[in-house]
């Protein structure tokens, strides 16, 4: 179980928490949570299914108890410093196995242990990639904007704003897919289904289509891949097929440049 | 109910990667069944076999020496990914009994726990020296669960701890239902209680 807290946690949206909660599965853990505060009771007043009138207000005072006892003790504690990390892309075949955006592709010789060397090594291989190389600029035949991890209302708005007036590059087939069936009919009440057909994307249907590849939705062998899902195992998305996690923003500009690009540069 | 494990004597094959995540152990192209059988062929699938559906003699799990295996010994966050039952399923119907690494992803063990397979978690230096002995010849080790303790002929020795409640799920070829079943006469006097 990994608990976040922080400023950089606080500020975030109930959607980006969830997605950073969402991915603590990818680093081992059963579950990832955050201590509920009033923007998650903002984010669940008048939601189908949550209390109303008494029941609300007892449920909120019950809520608040839920946070970590202060002298709770843990196993390990990390602290990041999250404004100097930039946006993250992975390089090899873990979600673990990432960079900056800035960064190059690593060295596997350079790595500490055996082990590491030899799975840096053979996710290289995989992946196609030399050491050394800027992970900006590395081309890509496919874009996918979907799964649950990341493909939420937000992230829609946030990878639309990138897009719009722009178009996708020659020879990338880019595709958004919601996170779900609420999510799609909200985006296009707010007009994305045509910023995104505009800019030259497939507007699909919710669903988890690329994140798991068990429809037709599938890479080549060796098709290289933008994607906001939360794997990239090999074979993940296709056997054979190539994978680069990034944020929705991150993919929506490689879609456009037909390469990874670090969008805070746009 | 699930076949018990309170001791196993096996042959042992490694698998020396790190971050073996259920992708590999059972790609999603099967997980469409509606039954609980016939995943032990697919384990692995996309290392066991070429494109063209041949083996790959490259694989070790392929190896003569690795034929009747039923103890995998591999890296470090084993079971890492997609939190798939099926995993544990194909290595089960494949025949593994237990699996033997550093650490594993924390779903996929209490997934093993409940489906008949032992997961031990030992030091990197430990799995070392199995690996070793695997790969001197001594291939055949006893995996005691209820002593907690991994044996060979040759003086090998590691004790591990096992999940308590994994433990007694596994001791007792038990499933969670029939587990909880157990209680049945707690459960209906709750029942009586709160009725």
Redesign the interface.
């Known amino acids: 179980m990994i608990e976040y807290t922080g400023d950089a946690i606080r500020a975030l949206s109930m959607e980006e928490r969830m997605t950073v909660c969402n991915m603590s599965?990818?680093a081992?853990?059963?579950a990832g949570m955050i201590a509920p505060d009033d923007l998650t009771f903002a984010y669940l007043q008048g939601r189908p299914r949550a209390p109303t009138g008494p029941a609300w207000t007892s449920a909120v005072a019950r809520w608040r108890a839920l946070r970590t006892d202060p002298e709770a003790r843990f196993d390990a504690q990390v602290s990041l410093d999250a404004s100097s990390i930039g946006p993250q892309v992975t390089w090899g075949t873990?979600p673990?196995m990432v960079a900056d955006i800035t960064a190059r592709v690593p060295d596997p010789a350079q790595l500490g242990t055996d082990?590491?060397r030899?799975?840096a090594q053979?996710a290289l291989e995989y992946m196609g990639l030399e050491p050394g190389m800027p992970l900006a600029g590395i081309p890509i035949d496919r874009v996918f904007l979907g799964s649950c991890t990341n493909a939420r209302i937000e992230d829609l708005r946030a990878a639309a704003s990138i897009v719009r007036g722009r178009h996708v590059a020659p020879r990338v087939r880019a595709m958004v897919v919601p996170g779900s069936q609420r999510v799609k009919a909200q985006a296009e009440q707010e007009g994305l289904d045509q910023v995104f057909r505009e800019a030259g994307f497939e507007w699909r249907n919710a669903g988890c289509s690329m994140c798991?590849?068990?429809n037709d939705d599938v890479l080549g062998?060796g098709e290289r891949c933008a994607a906001t899902s939360n794997?990239n195992?090999?074979?993940?998305q296709g056997?054979g097929g190539r994978t680069h996690l990034m944020s929705p923003m991150m993919a929506a500009a490689a879609a456009i440049e037909g390469h990874l690009v670090d969008v805070r540069e746009w | 109910m699930v076949e018990s494990f309170v001791r196993h004597r096996g042959t042992v094959v490694t698998l020396?990667?790190?971050?073996v995540?259920t992708?590999?152990i059972i790609?999603?192209?099967f997980?469409?069944g509606v039954e609980r059988t016939g995943f032990g062929p697919a384990l692995f699938y996309?290392w066991r076999y070429r494109?063209d559906g041949s083996l790959d003699p490259a694989f070790e799990l392929n190896s003569p020496k690795a034929r009747g295996a039923t103890i995998l010994v591999t890296?470090?966050?084993f079971g890492?990914?997609?939190?798939r039952e099926h995993a544990v399923w194909a290595l089960a119907q494949y025949g593994f009994r237990a699996i033997i690494a550093p650490?594993f992803?924390?779903?996929f063990a209490s997934n093993c726990y409940r489906n008949g397979v032992l997961p031990v978690r030992l030091p990197a230096s430990e799995v070392d020296d199995l690996v070793h002995g695997t790969e001197a010849g001594r291939r055949e080790i006893e995996v005691d669960l209820e002593r907690q303790v991994i044996t060979n002929d040759h003086g090998f020795e590691a004790r591990f701890s096992a999940d308590p409640y994994g433990r007694e799920l596994l001791l007792r070829g038990l499933d969670e239902i029939s587990r909880t079943l157990l209680e049945e006469p707690s459960i209906a006097a709750y029942e009586r209680r709160h009725g």
């Open positions: 599965i990818e081992g853990a059963r873990t673990g082990t590491e030899r799975a053979r798991l590849g068990m062998a794997r195992f090999e074979g993940r056997r | 020396l990667r790190r971050d995540d992708d590999q790609p999603k192209q997980l469409k996309d494109p890296g470090p966050n890492c990914g997609s939190s650490s992803a924390d779903i």
